[in-house]
């Protein structure tokens, strides 16, 4: 009889993960596929997934890359541009493209391509509504005259609010929130508006990036923000209620591409995620509460199944490796080598 302290639970699913392309595909399908059953999949490539045809194509090569002994189940996305038209929605839909990802033009890693006027897109999220597509947002504003720290609060305030009311029974999830402004809008927000918190958001803050010399593996975005806003995160995760759910965003960069003078954005978490969020969830003495953030609420925003079959972890520490290899290039996981408490079996 194992006398460790252990949990159950119903296996889990990420609703937002960055799993690149290529030979980068063996590591991230790897361990996202050990951790999650089925994960939204970001379309943010160099090019973007812009249609159904490249989802298609994408969601092969991925399927191509799961272990043999792991059920994993790539959902796709298409990037939404300026040149998203109803057409391409309807056909990515028939596709079984499960959502659209608005990423604000130079709003993050590989954005380039994306929407430069929200009005720009209006047409397409009509059709989005009009078939179920769900919306994904990365959720801040590009203008420079907007500080960095401000930016998820003001494209709440001069962009998101417009779209929930202009398509009021579109589904829409605003991705990896980070302050208390996401949260309370999120919580006070109509039906069908949904958040994601990443597993990072709720164990950090900016200190843990910028006192005592600079981390560039915590730079991710939107940035890290004040303890206060990482405690309303916590609050939102653990709450219970199914408008928050997990989505780690996972976003691997080479090591030499974020140990750098101008490193890039991005947090590797899939390696351990479900041991993260366990992390985050017991010092919040929340532990109950993971259940519905990792594997219910999720599935039931989306309007699919939820799982069959259950992951346990046990309480057992275990330090995490200090690199890992993908393709040719070194990778370190976030949190390389700390401690965490809990281990999946
Ligand atoms: N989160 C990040 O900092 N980076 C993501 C893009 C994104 O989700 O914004 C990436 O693709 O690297
Ligand atoms: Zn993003
Ligand atoms: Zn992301």
Redesign the pocket.
Known sequence: MDSRQQITLRAPDDW???LRDGTALERTVGDAARQFRRAII?P?LVPPVVNAEGALAYKARIEAAVPADKAFTPLMVIYLTDKTSPEIVHQAHAAGVVAAKLYPAGA??NSDSGVTDIANIYPALEAMQSCGMKLLL?GEVTTSDIDIFDRERVFIENILGRVVADFPSLKIVL??ITTSYAAEFVAQARDGVAATITAHHLLYNRNHMLVGGIRPHYY??PVLKRSTHQEALIEAATSGSPKFFL?T???PHAQGRKETACGCA?CYTAFSAIELYAEAFERAGKLEKLEGFASEFGPDFYDLPRNNGTITLVREPWTLPSGLPMGTDALIPLAAGETLNWQLL
């Open positions: 937002h993960i960055h970001m943010n993050t890693t990365h991705e990896h991710c975005l989505g965003d996972s976003a991005g």
